[in-house]
């Protein structure tokens, strides 16, 4: 199918998704639960996305600070560079979150902010960094959703069964990670031969790491912790819409299942299918219509507003580049 139908249909599909969501619910009671949002509280929220986009940052760094030391005994991942401040990787993630807005999947934004790092530290050891970065934020994910499951009443048996085949495709992504086997097979075929030298230097990396076990340990804590403030944010933008007690250990184990359903390519930037996600799971847990997809929209304008920032530093970046 014609690359620009498919935008065309995503943008269909979003706008259908959003009219639907907005036909659930009283638009008045809607606009009236914003009605005490003030400036001080929306900039909180926003502090709690600055601290969310600097933990995955600072876990990038680790990665890429491990992948490019010049003393690392391997002749696959290696690059003589110094260490990439992470207030810099801070602002490529913003940049990410504004090629997002422009290109209908998440991906993209992960392969620019590799791209302008891999300038400086490799594009093998940039994009295994920004791979393993994603990784093991998923598997976190996956991981306190599997967990939190038994505990919550509200979990019935779609959600079990959901939760279960997030954690096979974990195993399987690992599986894939880490068989040296599978890389050897597909390398007989000529026609995937270039891409199949890519993922090799990938595997190559997650070798690496699943040897350096204080990296592992480092990164896996600061998922944990990026996932449990994805809850905060999650529970603040509810209170700002006026739903005061959202439950927070129900909100561990659909929240994952949320992120994952915003990340099917069906939309640009996963628009309507996050708010529907939204929608569905939180008015399961007890907020009202109008709560659920005030809480929504919230987290969705913050993410523009990350994205603008991310815009405003990607056309410095090119205007440095061609001064340079």
């Known amino acids: 199918m014609n690359t620009k139908i498919k935008s065309i249909l995503k943008n269909i599909i979003a706008l259908a998704l959003i009219l639907a969501l907005f036909s659930f619910v009283?638009?008045?009671e809607l606009f009236n639960s914003f009605a005490n949002l003030t400036i001080l509280q929306f900039s909180y929220l926003m502090f709690i996305s600055i601290v969310l986009v600097y933990i995955s940052a600072l876990k990038w760094s680790l990665f890429l600070s491990s992948f490019s030391s010049p003393n690392r005994k391997t002749n696959t991942v290696s690059s003589e560079v110094g260490e990439i401040p992470v207030l810099r990787l801070f602002n490529l993630?913003?940049?990410g979150y504004f090629?997002?807005?422009l290109l209908p999947s998440f991906l993209g934004g992960d392969a620019v902010r590799s791209w302008y790092v891999g300038k400086k530290v490799g594009q093998h050891e940039?994009?295994?960094a920004t791979i393993l970065e994603r990784y093991t934020g998923f598997a976190a994910m996956i991981l306190l959703a599997s967990g939190f499951i038994w505990f919550v009443k509200q979990a019935?048996?779609?959600?079990?069964?959901l939760v279960g085949a997030a954690f096979a495709g974990?195993?399987?992504?690992t599986f894939i990670g880490l068989s040296t086997k599978v890389s050897s097979y597909f390398l007989r075929y000529q026609q995937i031969e270039g891409v199949m030298k890519h993922f090799k230097k990938i595997q190559d990396a997650f070798h690496l790491a699943k040897k350096d076990r204080p990296l592992l340990y480092k990164t896996f804590a600061l998922s944990l912790l990026f996932h449990s403030v994805t809850v905060i944010n999650t529970i603040a933008c509810a209170q700002a819409v006026d739903w005061m007690q959202p439950p927070i250990w129900d909100l561990f184990v659909v929240l994952p299942i949320i992120l994952l359903i915003a990340a099917i390519p069906l939309a640009p930037n996963g628009l309507g299918l996050q708010e529907?996600?939204?929608f569905f799971f939180l008015?399961?847990?007890?907020?009202?219509?109008e709560q659920a997809l005030g809480t929504a929209l919230i987290l969705r304008a913050k993410s523009y507003v990350l994205a603008i920032a991310g815009g405003l530093i990607w056309l410095y970046l090119k205007f440095k580049d061609k001064k340079a």
């Open 26 to 28: 009283n638009i008045k």
């Open 93 to 95: 993630y913003l940049v």
């Open 99 to 101: 090629v997002n807005l």
């Open 126 to 128: 940039a994009a295994a």
């Open 156 to 161: 019935n048996l779609e959600i079990k069964l």
């Open 170 to 173: 974990l195993i399987v992504i």
């Open 276 to 278: 529907g996600a939204f």
């Open 283 to 289: 008015t399961g847990l007890g907020a009202t219509p």
